[in-house]
């Protein structure tokens, strides 16, 4: 069967999103980790392909490069239509990368005109008149003000998205959306003559992106969070039963998180009240030479192996101001992913055989330490978020990669306790 869709995401936990996405929609999807080569080969019969890159806080001239790559190989699987996922937060600066991206992207496919729309309803993300909601807040009033990376402060899309782009960006709004395909398609023909290059469209719930999804089959580039994803998806022609998927079983579970959001740190809440252990690293004591690493190790060693453990680097906004202002951002950063990626292998050499990974550059940092490139996509425990398998030099493991914002409160204990019990 001929690649359907070819998907380039700008982090890990983003690509397991979309890819999951894609598989609700009855896609038979791979994920792979990084920059494909010529030795990298997808399953057979694969409807959609997902390449994960980390370059959404990258330079924006690397996310580019990176990006295009990753377009040059899709198109050599066959893909005829590409789809650039960023974060439902649309997390991106002035200076890209979401803009950068999308110019490149367009420009090497011939194409004048995309559309845009970061919509993903069950994680309580919606657009309304070019606006960004988290829940009931503003992008720009919700706790993603504080991203440490990309913080959020502007939650008008149209206007944020100029400051990327030389381009013209437009709107179509939720009447229009409401009005159906013909009228979406109608609006993005308008905008395309009108010498509008994006379209940022509106969106509050799954159906408005059915009804995207499938007023952009055609076109060749497209770019959203994994809500549009799923609605393109359902566009396509039905593909036939899935592909039959492992299912987590036995073996030592660990979390290791990296994620500052809101829903991580609740997450990290629930699993202390559940009894279960965990451990916080100190980064700073890392930044100055103490062997954290080994400390966290010998403690993990020390626990009862029947129980999941929780290793997490995760902070207040206020601590993780405190240890931002001693070691700088990229610093900080790179010390959270050496910590959490060489404790990945560590982990998975003493018999860790289920994963939980929370946050998109610890997820990058995991599977690199660990060697992976591509996944299976599996089942999901929270919208957004699956369960993936591979196969390492210590076995085979089943992954989960979360997004920082995503999965429920309890997401930690119940998916490593669940995992063990396979549905009937």
């Known amino acids: 069967m001929t690649l359907r869709i070819g998907c380039i995401a700008d982090d890990f936990t983003g690509g397991t999103d979309v890819a999951a996405a894609f598989r609700r929609a009855g896609l038979r999807t791979a994920l792979v980790f990084g920059t494909p080569d010529d030795t990298t080969v997808l399953p057979a019969d694969c409807d959609a392909a997902v390449i994960a890159l980390k370059s959404r806080s990258t330079p924006a001239d690397e996310a580019v490069t990176g990006s295009l790559a990753a377009q040059r190989w899709l198109w050599s699987e066959g893909a005829a239509q590409i789809y650039f996922k960023y974060c439902s937060t649309f997390d991106s600066t002035p200076h890209g990368n979401i803009g950068p991206v999308a110019d490149a992207l367009l420009h090497a496919a011939g194409a004048t005109v995309t559309l845009h729309c970061p919509a993903s309803p069950p994680n309580g993300r919606t657009v309304y008149q070019g606006h960004l909601f988290v829940h009931d807040q503003l992008l720009s009033d919700s706790p993603l003000r504080h991203h440490p990376l990309n913080p959020m402060t502007d939650s008008a899309l149209v206007r944020l998205l100029s400051t990327q782009t030389r381009h013209r960006v437009?709107?179509?709004?939720?009447?229009?959306?409401?009005?159906?395909?013909?009228?979406?398609?109608?609006?993005?023909?308008?905008?395309?003559?009108?010498?509008?290059?994006?379209?940022?469209?509106?969106?509050?719930?799954?159906?408005?992106?059915?009804?995207?999804?499938?007023?952009?089959?055609?076109?060749?580039?497209?770019?959203?969070?994994?809500?549009?994803?799923?609605?393109?998806?359902?566009?396509?022609?039905?593909?036939?039963?899935?592909?039959?998927?492992?299912?987590?079983?036995?073996?030592?579970?660990?979390?290791?998180?990296g994620s500052c959001s809101a829903r991580t740190l609740e997450q990290i809440a629930q699993f202390y009240a559940a009894g279960l252990p965990a451990l916080h690293l100190d980064v700073l004591a890392a930044a100055t030479g103490r062997d954290v690493t080994g400390e966290a190790l010998a403690w993990y060693d020390e626990q009862d192996p029947a129980l999941p453990v929780l290793i997490y680097a995760s902070a207040s906004p206020e601590e993780l101001a405190a240890v931002q202002a001693q070691l700088g951002v990229a610093e900080a950063a790179a010390q959270v992913e050496e910590l959490l990626g060489t404790l990945a292998s560590r982990l998975a050499e003493r018999g860790v055989r289920r994963l939980l990974v929370a946050g998109g550059e610890t997820s990058g940092a995991v599977t690199t330490a660990l060697g992976i490139r591509a996944v299976l996509v599996g089942e999901e425990a929270d919208p957004g978020v699956p369960w993936t398998y591979a196969t390492t030099e210590h076995g085979d493991l089943a992954l989960m990669l979360k997004s920082g914002n995503f999965g429920a409160p309890d997401l930690f204990t119940r998916a490593l306790h669940t995992a063990t019990e396979e549905p009937g």
């Open 170 to 257: 437009g709107l179509i709004d939720w009447t229009t959306v409401r009005r159906g395909t013909e009228a979406v398609r109608d609006a993005l023909t308008a905008h395309q003559q009108a010498g509008v290059r994006h379209v940022i469209a509106d969106a509050l719930t799954d159906d408005d992106l059915a009804v995207l999804g499938a007023a952009t089959l055609e076109l060749p580039v497209v770019a959203g969070a994994a809500g549009l994803a799923e609605g393109l998806g359902h566009a396509y022609p039905a593909a036939g039963p899935a592909t039959a998927e492992p299912w987590p079983g036995q073996g030592r579970a660990a979390v290791l998180a």
